[in-house]
């Protein structure tokens, strides 16, 4: 059975909820264990969703294939005998578009420090590589330190797939998945020339107070914040609603910043293609 890894921003929590809870063809859904996907496994539980979780380093123990991948070498050797070729066939055809899926959720604050956000991404890759066909970048380009993933792992073995918007591509960022694609995001920040605007999605508006006490980013400091240059609040819809105090959450942020409230219409809709897409070219290149 294919085995798609993803590895995903914390900030694209929601986004992740929805697209796996939304996919019927998943065979098993493995949930690596960590103190940052409590929130995580409950929104996918309120859609009817239940992984399994374990820690990273016994998911191998959870993907072990009724037939061993030199099994099918052999047995592909042998397909012209017609006894063996049905039953090659029998297997291929149980399996269809079912797929396991590994999802492997980042801490949020990891952007504070983009060394180690780097650092964290890439130890991740090498060691989901070792039992996946392929793995889906959750991430934007996060600053460009994100940027050169694909060229780092050129030799890899295992295909990286990745966020893009309707261009082709790679997404800059959380907020610009939400908006609909990087010309999007310029075209927002565009149309707020001249005032300083704090993008929220519905994770950033419920995650703001955390991520500043636990970082040393100046994005989330208080007296950064408090710069009379930073005037709005743009309050991104995504669609998506597991997060039922979203205009709460924003309301407050606006008023301890003195920002004024501007909508934004986002939608999931990046997350979802670039989902479909990893999952079809896992199946193509097997």
Same mark, same amino acid.
């Given at each position: 059975?294919? &085995?798609?890894?993803?590895?995903?921003?914390?900030?694209?929590?929601?986004?992740?909820?929805?697209?796996?809870?939304?996919?019927?063809?998943?065979?098993?859904?493995? &949930?690596?264990?960590?103190?940052?996907? +409590?929130?995580?496994?409950?929104?996918?539980?309120?859609?009817?969703?239940?992984?399994?979780?374990?820690?990273?380093?016994?998911?191998?123990?959870?993907?072990?294939?009724?037939?061993?991948?030199?099994?099918?070498?052999?047995?592909?050797?042998?397909?012209?005998?017609?006894? $063996?070729?049905?039953?090659?066939?029998?297997?291929?055809?149980?399996?269809?578009?079912?797929?396991?899926?590994?999802?492997?959720?980042? !801490?949020?604050?990891?952007?504070?420090?983009?060394?180690?956000?780097? #650092?964290?991404?890439?130890?991740?890759? !090498?060691?989901? @590589?070792?039992?996946?066909?392929?793995?889906?970048?959750? /991430?934007?380009?996060?600053?460009?330190?994100?940027?050169?993933?694909?060229?780092? +792992? @050129?030799?890899?073995?295992?295909?990286?797939?990745?966020?893009?918007?309707?261009?082709?591509?790679?997404?800059?960022?959380?907020?610009?998945?939400?908006?609909?694609?990087?010309?999007?995001?310029?075209?927002?920040?565009?149309?707020?020339?001249?005032?300083?605007?704090?993008?929220?999605?519905?994770?950033? @508006? #419920?995650?703001?107070?955390?991520?500043?006490?636990?970082?040393?980013?100046?994005?989330?400091? /208080?007296?950064?914040?408090?710069?009379? !240059?930073?005037?709005?609040?743009?309050?991104?819809?995504?669609?998506?609603?597991?997060? #039922?105090? +979203?205009?709460?959450? &924003?309301?407050?942020?606006?008023?301890?910043?003195?920002?004024?409230?501007?909508? $934004?219409?986002?939608?999931?809709?990046?997350?979802?293609?670039? /989902?479909?897409? @990893?999952? !079809?070219?896992?199946?193509?290149?097997?």
């Amino acid at each position: 059975m294919p &085995v798609l890894s993803i590895i995903a921003c914390g900030m694209l929590e929601d986004e992740l909820a929805h697209v796996l809870s939304e996919d019927r063809e998943i065979k098993q859904l493995i &949930v690596v264990e960590n103190r940052n996907n +409590f929130g995580f496994l409950r929104k996918l539980r309120s859609e009817n969703c239940t992984p399994r979780t374990v820690p990273l380093d016994r998911v191998p123990m959870l993907l072990k294939p009724g037939f061993s991948p030199d099994f099918k070498t052999i047995l592909k050797l042998f397909l012209p005998f017609s006894f $063996l070729g049905k039953i090659h066939e029998k297997i291929e055809s149980k399996a269809g578009n079912k797929i396991n899926v590994v999802a492997n959720l980042m !801490r949020p604050g990891l952007h504070s420090d983009l060394e180690l956000l780097k #650092s964290e991404v890439y130890k991740n890759v !090498r060691e989901m @590589a070792t039992f996946s066909d392929g793995i889906l970048i959750f /991430y934007g380009t996060c600053g460009h330190v994100l940027g050169k993933l694909e060229e780092d +792992f @050129a030799g890899l073995g295992c295909p990286l797939f990745f966020m893009k918007d309707k261009d082709g591509e790679i997404i800059e960022d959380c907020i610009s998945a939400a908006l609909g694609g990087n010309d999007a995001y310029a075209g927002a920040m565009l149309a707020c020339r001249g005032k300083g605007t704090i993008y929220l999605t519905p994770m950033w @508006a #419920s995650s703001w107070k955390n991520l500043e006490k636990g970082s040393g980013s100046r994005d989330l400091s /208080y007296r950064y914040l408090k710069n009379p !240059r930073y005037c709005l609040a743009a309050k991104i819809e995504t669609g998506l609603s597991y997060e #039922s105090d +979203f205009h709460k959450n &924003v309301q407050e942020f606006a008023l301890c910043f003195g920002m004024k409230i501007i909508d $934004l219409k986002g939608s999931a809709e990046i997350a979802e293609e670039s /989902y479909i897409a @990893a999952k !079809r070219n896992t199946l193509i290149n097997l």
